[in-house]
């Protein structure tokens, strides 16, 4: 990579050199745009009231419990002053990614948002991801070892599953994952009692963003994502709509879902919605 780097600015600085050798031409006046003029100083910029000391200028958000309605949500809460608020919980799966997890977590501390990444057992192979995650305030989520459709495994096959992940997680964290979310979203009853038995609570999603349809040669148009994300009419029956306490669902595995994702934060911010993580629900 070295060498193939020097080798292009060898051949850069000999382009450079062989624009000062050609023939010397008049020099041409610089060039003056007249549509662009500087900036003037501001014209009216009226001084800013001082800050006043206390109480700050708005009031902060109420403190609300969000909890997942069934397997699959929305989230809703007994607040009643919350509950007429729009929010969303984010969700990525399948990852940690080397290429794309680190510009998912960018986006979301520059928004001051927390997530839920639901991992695969790749976690093992990436542990800085793992803390870095968890350093930024979000959720280490159980996605099974290997992404498996539990519904073709037997009990004991998708106990491994399950339990692998808390295993390894647990080795890089020193603690347990709460959530799990079902590859596909497919589980059975056994899936379930294997949850209980382990202190853990299923949460599916109820929109999908569609970062995995249509998708060519591992890339879609990032801004047909952002579309479908913020669409409460959807483009067509395959796909959800947006609505308050929506839980989301991205894999933080593609390219195209980390190009979207500041568009898609600041549009759902311009809806009204913020962001939210779910709290376990009571026993
Ligand atoms: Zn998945």
Redesign the pocket.
């Known amino acids: 990579m070295r060498r193939a780097g020097g080798a292009l600015l060898s051949l850069a600085l000999l382009l450079a050199a062989g624009c000062a050798v050609t023939p010397a031409m008049a020099p041409k006046p610089p060039v003056v745009s007249v549509v662009d003029p500087p900036p003037l100083t501001p014209v009216v910029e009226s001084t800013p009231p001082p800050a006043p000391p206390s109480p700050p200028l708005s009031p902060p958000e109420p403190k609300a419990s969000w909890f997942v309605e069934g397997h699959w949500g929305p989230v809703y809460t007994d607040d009643a002053e919350a509950k007429e608020r729009k929010v969303a919980v984010l969700t990525f799966?399948?990852g940690p990614s080397p290429e794309y997890t680190n510009l998912v977590l960018d986006t979301l501390k520059a928004r001051g948002a927390r997530a839920i990444f639901?991992v695969n057992g790749q976690a093992a192979q990436h542990p800085e991801l793992i803390k870095r995650i968890l350093a930024e305030g979000h959720l280490v989520g159980n996605?099974t070892m290997t992404?498996e459709d539990l519904r073709s495994l037997s009990r004991a096959e998708q106990y491994e599953q399950i339990a692998g992940l808390n295993d390894a997680v647990r080795a890089i964290t020193g603690e347990q994952p709460h959530w799990f979310?079902a590859?596909?979203g497919s589980f059975n009853d056994d899936t379930l009692a294997i949850l209980a038995e382990l202190g853990m609570q299923l949460l599916n999603w109820s929109h999908g963003s569609g970062d995995w349809m249509d998708v060519h040669d591992g890339y879609k148009d990032p801004a047909i994502l952002i579309h479908d994300v913020l669409a409460e009419t959807p483009r067509n029956a395959s796909m959800t709509p947006l609505h308050p306490g929506s839980i989301i669902l991205f894999?933080d595995t593609l390219r195209h879902t980390a190009e979207a994702l500041p568009k898609i934060m600041d549009g759902l911010q311009e809806k009204g919605y913020s962001f939210v993580l779910p709290e376990p629900s009571q026993p």
């Open positions: 799966d399948d639901f996605h992404h979310r590859p596909f894999h």
